[in-house]
C-alpha cells in the first residue's frame, strides 16, 4: 500500500463508536516519581501518539496515558523504542531510575473513543494510519484526539488495542473531562527497579522480548 504507515487527516465529523471502560478495571501506569500515579500530564511538552493536544479555543489538554495489564504499561513506556530486530537487545537500567509504577481505579464508568480495529473502519481509518504509525507521523495522529474532543463533548479518552502488546487495551485520558477524584491509587506505587516483584515481572517480559537489562550509570 503506497499510503501504508502513513498518518491521515480526521473528517471534518468522525464518526465515533463508544466503548465504556468500567470502574472495576485497573489502569497500569509507569510514569516519573515525582508526581503521583493519578495526576494528568499538563501537555506543556512530550511527543506521543495522542498528546500533547489542545482543546477547540486553544488551551492545552491535560492526559493520562495507561494500560490494562503492566506488561501493556511497560511496553508503552520503558520498552517502547526497543526495536524490532531479531537476538538480543541491550537496556540501560539506570533509565529505570526515578520510575514508578502505579495502579489505578475509576470510580464510575468512563467512556472511550473506541479505536480498535472494528471501531476504525467506522471512522475510516486503518491501523497503519493511526495506531501503527512511526514517531514522524504523530503530529498528524494527535490532530484525530483533538477533533473527537471537539465533537464529543461526554467522550472521556480514546481506547485501542495497543501497538507495543496487542493482547492489551491501551487508553489516554482527558483531564479536562475527568474530575479530580475520580481516579485514584489501588496499591503503593513502586520503584520500577527497587521494588523487587516488579522488577522481576519487568525482567520476564524484557527475556519474552529479547532484552538484556544491563548495568549503566545512574
Known amino acids: 500500500m503506497a499510503d501504508a504507515g502513513k498518518a491521515i487527516a480526521p473528517p471534518p ?15 497500569h501506569r509507569i510514569h516519573l ?14 511527543n506521543a501518539r495522542f498528546s500533547p493536544i489542545k482543546d477547540a479555543a486553544g488551551a492545552l489538554i491535560p492526559t493520562l496515558y495507561a494500560g490494562d495489564s503492566f506488561e501493556c504499561a511497560a511496553m508503552e513506556t520503558v520498552f517502547h523504542d526497543v526495536p524490532y530486530v531479531a537476538g538480543v537487545k541491550t537496556y540501560d537500567k539506570a533509565k529505570l531510575t526515578g520510575q514508578t509504577c502505579s495502579q489505578l481505579q475509576a470510580a464510575h464508568d468512563l467512556f472511550l473513543a473506541d479505536f480498535s480495529s472494528k471501531a476504525l473502519r467506522k471512522l475510516g481509518v486503518r491501523r497503519d494510519q493511526l495506531i501503527d504509525t512511526e514517531k514522524d507521523q504523530y503530529p498528524m495522529t494527535r490532530r484525530w484526539a483533538e ?4 465533537q464529543e463533548p461526554d467522550i472521556q479518552g480514546l481506547c485501542w488495542t495497543s501497538r507495543q502488546d496487542d493482547s492489551a487495551k491501551a487508553v489516554v485520558l482527558f483531564g479536562d473531562r475527568i474530575p479530580a477524584g475520580v481516579l485514584t491509587p489501588v ?8 521494588d523487587a516483584a516488579c522488577y522481576g515481572a519487568l525482567l520476564a517480559l524484557a527475556e519474552h522480548i529479547g532484552v538484556w537489562i544491563v548495568p549503566g550509570r545512574a
Not at 465529523?13 to 489502569?27: A, I
Not at 496499591?187 to 527497587?194: D, E, H, N, R, Y
Open 187 to 194: 496499591s503503593t506505587p513502586l520503584g520500577v527497579a527497587a
Open 147 to 150: 477533533a473527537i474532543h471537539a
Open 13 to 27: 465529523m468522525p464518526h465515533v463508536s463508544r466503548v465504556r471502560w468500567r470502574s472495576g478495571n485497573v489502569l
Open 33 to 46: 516519581e515525582d508526581y503521583p500515579g493519578e495526576v494528568f500530564n499538563p501537555g506543556i511538552r512530550g
